[in-house]
């Protein structure tokens, strides 16, 4: 596996590039701990997101993330750098334009909102223990005062930071995207270590319609020591959308 930094619209990206491609790529958009610098990031810098991409780049595919301006909480900033890294990598990689893009925690929140971007170009979705819902988040942590008000700061500047969106845009419910999706969802929900255990019903309620939709759904519960069953449970979804190219 041969990894490389680069710049992006002032945002540190990380690519990792298997020995053997097998023409698919991965888009991680992470979670609020998740970084990219100029040298290294959280996933090569943590034991078990480094195996889950050893496993990913292994198989054949091109990994690709960016630090996407921090704590966003998905807002429209992010996600439309998003979608600019994708046309970007998409250009200057031989690729199938159809590419699994995988969510963890806040990150679900921008790769929903991404969904209507890529369009048909959305080849799966993976979201693991995934904020689907903001507002929710944000009712959870309202009963510990000192950290719902770090939240809340973090919330507002994310949709304030450069006078763009409005501040109480978080209480949009994005779900409908994920009902309405046509291409594989696969949700993995930690039930320990999960700073989003409030979204596990709403959760549960998107898979109930998209089964009614007879869309492409797999929905598992996971202990944190479980990262390597995890992971193989997350190749082989992938593997299951790659039928048509």
Request: include cysteine; charged fraction near 25%.
């Amino acid at each position: 596996m041969f990894n490389e930094t680069f710049q992006f619209e002032q945002e540190w990206c990380m690519i990792h590039y298997p020995e053997k491609p097998n023409g698919f790529a991965i888009f991680i958009i992470g979670d609020t701990q998740h970084y990219v610098n100029d040298e290294t990031s959280f996933w090569l810098e943590n034991k078990g997101r480094e195996m889950m991409i050893s496993a990913f780049t292994n198989e054949g595919y091109l990994v690709y993330y960016s630090n996407l301006f921090g704590r966003n909480w998905g807002n429209d900033i992010a996600v439309k750098h998003a979608f600019r890294l994708y046309q970007y990598i998409i250009r200057q990689e031989i690729l199938n334009n159809k590419i699994h893009v995988l969510g963890e925690g806040m990150g679900a929140l921008a790769a929903i909102k991404l969904i209507p971007f890529l369009k048909e170009n959305i080849r799966s979705l993976v979201l693991i223990s995934p904020c689907v819902s903001l507002e929710a988040h944000m009712n959870q942590e309202q009963r510990g005062k000192f950290f719902y008000k770090k939240l809340l700061r973090e919330v507002q500047f994310a949709f304030q930071q450069q006078g763009e969106g409005n501040p109480e845009e978080w209480q949009e419910d994005i779900t409908t995207n994920l009902v309405e999706m046509k291409k594989g969802l696969c949700i993995f929900q930690r039930i320990d270590n999960n700073s989003y255990k409030s979204q596990t019903e709403r959760l549960k309620e998107i898979m109930e319609q998209r089964n009614r939709n007879h869309s492409p759904s797999t929905f598992h519960f996971v202990l944190s020591d479980q990262q390597m069953n995890m992971t193989n449970k997350l190749i082989s979804f992938l593997k299951e959308q790659e039928n048509d190219l």
